[in-house]
Each structure stands twice: as C-alpha cells, then as structure tokens.
C-alpha cells in the first residue's frame, strides 16, 4: 500500500523554534529547557483518504510516516445509543479501539496501542533498517509492537516488568525479529523504563522514545482524527484514562490542528482524563495545582500499581510537566482529572458491556466511570458534544475465537540490575 511520505517540519513547544527532522528526532537540539516537539505538517487541511484498507493511513497528512507498513487497523468512531441512554447524553460519540467485527474495528491485539506501533515503526528510515528498535511497555504497548514489527520484519526489544507479561498475547506465533526481556515479579513499569534505558546505550539499539516521539503521539491521535471527521465538528469534551497522559496530549495536538484547518470549529475540546485509585500522581499534583510532580516513594508507587484493576494506568514517570505536556494540555483546555476507584471501574465495565455489546478493557473503564462522575457533578451537560475514547476492547470475543500464542521472555532481570549485567545478557542476543 504505496503512500507518499509526508512533508513536515519540527516545532519546539517552548521556544516556538521551527526545524528540519533528522529522521528520529526526539528534542530540538537547541532547546535549554524540557519541551515536547510537534510536527509542522504541510497540508494545513486534512484530506481523508477512502481507501479503508489504509487503516489509520487514511489520515497520512497528519502522520510522520515515510511509508504503510502491513495490515493496519485503525479506530472507528459511532453514535452511542445504550450508553448515551443511561447517562442522558444527547451527543455521546465512542471512538472504540478493539476487535468488533459488526463495526468494522479490526484491532488484533484489541488496543490503540496499535495506532503507536504503526505510525512509529512506519517513520523508521532506511538508515534504521539494522538497528533494533527499544520499546519499554506495561503490557498492550509491547503486544503492540511485537505485533507490528513481527508482521513487518522490524526488529524488536521488548522491556516489560514480570507480572505483566499474561498481556503478551497473540494470534499467531511471533517471528524471531521481536525479543523480550523483563523486569522481576514486583517491579512496576518505571523498572521496565529503566531497563530499557541501559539497552538503548548499547551500539545497534535506537530508543524508540515515548512520549516525545512525534509519531507515538500522532498516532494515537488518530482517535481525535477519527472522532471530529465523523462527528463533522471538535467535540466539547474528550474522556480517556491516562498512564503516561500521551494519548490526552496527542488528542489536543490534533485539535489545534482542527482549529488550523478551519473546516471543523475553532474551540478546543475539555480533556477529562482519569486514573486509577490508588495509583493517581497525576491526579495529585493536578488537585495541588503544582506542575511539578510530588514526591512519590518507588515502593509505595510499586506497591499502589500492583493494587490497580488497570495496570497499564502505572506510569511513574509521565510527561506531565514539561512544556507541551499534560499539565500544559489540561490548562489550555480547561480540562479536569478524575481518580476512579476499582470498584467503580468495574461497574463501569459491566455497565459498557450492557449498554453497547461489547466488553472493554479496565482502562477504558476507568474513562466510563470519569464519564459518570462528570455527568453526575453536572460538568457535562445532556446536549454536550462528547468524545469517549475506549482504548481497549473485544477481548474476551477475540480470545474465544481465535488460537493464543505467548511470547517468552530471553531474560528475566532482578529489580535492581546494572547496567552491566544489562549489556552482558542483551549484547549476547541474535536478531
């Protein structure tokens, strides 16, 4: 599937210095203070593409993508009626990221992550054909990635913590190009962070980068795109449950570019973002009022995320208060973060399920119930325009039809591991 590779420049949030993409730049090599970097894309206008087996490369005008990589998804957006019906909402609009045949969504791993996965691997170059792509995951983003690049013959480094590894699922055995190694049962995802880190200080191995690479954000991005194309305007309010806060970031990104474009509205949707009790820094420091995150110790940050129904919700690291990120995205919107109990995720989660048919993740649960909350506070109004970003679902249908395959680790690391022992155990694995 032949596309043009898309024309863009880099733009540093805090300084507004504009600049030329080196091909994996992560910050501007110029900038004094921590700062997220957005694309500057060519077309102003966002011209969707009709092929739908473009996936999400339908909307390649707002993608650093040099080419389409195999078998894309993408998300799909629809009306709500059962949900809509039961909080009293007029105008409840699901982007659903997930497995739902009956609508078109084909997500084989059941999760947005996927809109990561084939918009980075699909900015790779050339000239990173042999170097080993590093990706640090609490779980969906590594299913991910190991399937994208199994698919398209990328070669993978997976870090994930131990008890998270039941996430790496599959439907067909994966090829030898992806490799996992993690962290010991009771680390979190920081220690998966970490590891990760060491490797990518390695020769041959390129920090696929997080937050601050520009196709991760763009993306998961797609789901605004998809959203405010269907809907035919920017929503007044975008819901979702946040881990690291990219998808939130990527979703404001996409909606000043809305607002450029011209044809869709000139306001900026309310980010409602939400996590997990009892594992919320972002939350905290939000409710402080402070852009700096508050102290947090890593045992009792451990110990809160593996206390969590939705353990991909566990960043302890997230790009929260640097310039253009979650902090910047929240005020700019005039948005809000909710903490959502386990209790009330899982209510959330059944009450989905019955309403639209389909089971989601606990992730996406958490979004439901911020939902409810802001419904019953009276923050949402019954003729509001709303986005509900469900970022997972159709698991349990998916696994019911289909064979599983999982993915072994090469290595599993004590919580504590040096940077030696990193190099001795992943300088000695064959790609």
């Known amino acids: 599937m032949p596309i043009k590779p898309t024309q863009y420049q880099l733009q540093n949030v805090a300084t507004g210095r504009v600049f030329e993409d080196e091909g994996w730049t992560l910050d501007d090599p110029q900038g004094d203070a921590p700062s997220m970097v957005r694309p500057v894309y060519d077309d102003k206008q966002l011209k969707v593409k009709d092929d739908d087996c473009l996936g999400m490369y339908r909307f390649a005008d707002w993608l650093p993508v040099k080419r389409a990589l195999?078998?894309?998804?993408?998300?799909?957006?629809?009306?709500?009626?059962?949900l809509s019906k039961h909080l009293g909402l007029n105008e409840l609009y699901i982007t659903f990221n997930g497995y739902w045949p009956e609508r078109n969504a084909r997500m084989t791993t059941c999760s947005f992550k996927e809109m990561e996965?084939?918009?980075?691997?699909?900015?790779?170059?050339e000239e990173y054909r042999d170097k080993v792509l590093v990706v640090a995951s609490a779980g969906n983003t590594a299913r991910a990635f190991a399937k994208v690049c199994s698919e398209n013959g990328?070669?993978?480094?997976?870090?994930?913590?131990?008890?998270?590894?039941?996430?790496?699922?599959?439907?067909k055995p994966l090829n030898d190009c992806v490799k996992?190694?993690?962290?010991?049962?009771?680390?979190?995802?920081?220690?998966?962070?970490?590891?990760?880190?060491?490797?990518?200080?390695?020769?041959?191995?390129?920090?696929?980068?997080?937050?601050?690479?520009?196709?991760?954000?763009?993306?998961?991005?797609?789901t605004m795109l998809s959203a405010t194309t269907f809907i035919g305007r920017i929503p007044d309010?975008?819901?979702q449950a946040v881990g690291s806060g990219t998808g939130a970031i990527a979703a404001w990104e996409a909606n000043l570019r809305f607002i450029g474009d011209g044809r869709y509205g000139t306001h900026k949707a309310r980010l409602m973002v939400s996590q997990n009790r009892p594992f919320v820094p972002m939350?905290?420091?939000?409710?402080?009022?402070?852009?700096?995150?508050?102290?947090?110790?890593?045992?009792?940050a451990r110990k809160d995320a593996a206390e969590i129904c939705a353990p991909v919700l566990s960043n302890r690291k997230p790009p929260y208060s640097l310039a253009g990120g979650l902090y910047d995205a929240l005020k700019d919107t005039n948005g809000d973060i909710f903490a959502v109990s386990n209790d009330e995720a899982n209510a959330a989660k059944a009450l989905f399920e019955k309403a639209e048919g389909v089971d989601i993740y606990h992730a996406a649960a958490v979004a439901t119930a911020s939902l409810q909350q802001a419904v019953g506070k009276g923050m949402v109004k019954a003729d509001d325009v709303v986005m509900l970003?469900?970022?997972g679902g159709g698991e349990k249908r998916f696994h019911a039809e289909h064979t599983l395959y999982d993915l072994k680790p090469a290595h599993v690391f004590p919580i504590g591991f040096t940077k030696e022992e990193v190099a001795k155990v992943v300088q000695g694995m064959k790609w």
């Open 117 to 125: 996965a084939f918009a980075v691997c699909a900015r790779l170059g």
């Open 154 to 171: 990328i070669k993978l480094l997976l870090c994930v913590p131990q008890d998270n590894v039941k996430a790496l699922w599959f439907d």
């Open 389 to 391: 970003n469900i970022t």
């Open 283 to 300: 939350y905290e420091a939000w409710c402080a009022g402070s852009r700096p995150m508050l102290p947090y110790d890593a045992d009792q």
């Open 237 to 239: 309010f975008y819901f």
């Open 70 to 82: 195999n078998h894309p998804s993408a998300p799909i957006t629809y009306k709500s009626e059962g």
């Open 180 to 222: 996992l190694i993690t962290t010991a049962p009771g680390s979190d995802y920081f220690d998966a962070i970490q590891l990760s880190n060491f490797a990518c200080e390695l020769d041959g191995f390129l920090a696929e980068g997080g937050a601050k690479n520009i196709a991760r954000r763009d993306g998961m991005g797609t």
